[in-house]
C-alpha cells in the first residue's frame, strides 16, 4: 500500500464509540511490537517519518486508549500489549518507537 492511500483502520471508523478491546486490538496491530521498527506499518503501509511517526488509525487510537487506559487494564486488555507498545502508548509524549527509526544501534 502506498502513503496515500492510507487510511483509517475500517474497524475504528465503523464503531462509531469504539470498545476498549477493539482500541487494544487496533493499537496491537497498527504499533510495532518490538525494536528494531521496521520502515512502514505492518497492518496499513504507512511509512514512518519524523513528520508522522504513527500510522493514521495508531495516531486517533492512541489518545483515546491513554484517556481509557485505567478501563482497559482493569479488564486486563493491557497485558496484550508487548513492552515496546506499552512504552509508546504510556510513556512522556515524545516517546515513539516509530519515531526513532532512523537510529540502527538499538
Do not use: I
Request: some cysteine.
Amino acid at each position: 500500500m502506498t502513503t496515500d492511500a492510507v487510511r483509517l483502520d475500517n474497524r475504528l471508523r465503523e464503531a462509531g464509540f469504539p470498545s476498549v478491546a477493539l482500541l487494544v486490538r487496533l493499537w496491537t496491530e497498527h504499533t510495532p511490537p518490538a525494536l528494531p521498527v521496521p520502515e512502514r506499518c505492518r497492518t496499513c503501509g504507512h511509512f514512518y517519518s519524523a513528520e508522522a511517526p504513527l500510522c493514521p488509525t495508531a495516531a486517533v487510537v492512541r489518545p483515546l486508549l491513554r484517556r481509557r487506559r485505567f478501563e482497559a487494564d482493569t479488564h486486563g486488555n493491557l497485558s496484550r500489549l508487548t513492552t515496546n507498545q506499552t512504552d509508546d502508548l504510556l510513556c512522556a509524549p515524545k516517546h515513539l518507537s516509530t519515531a526513532l527509526t532512523w537510529r540502527k544501534d538499538f
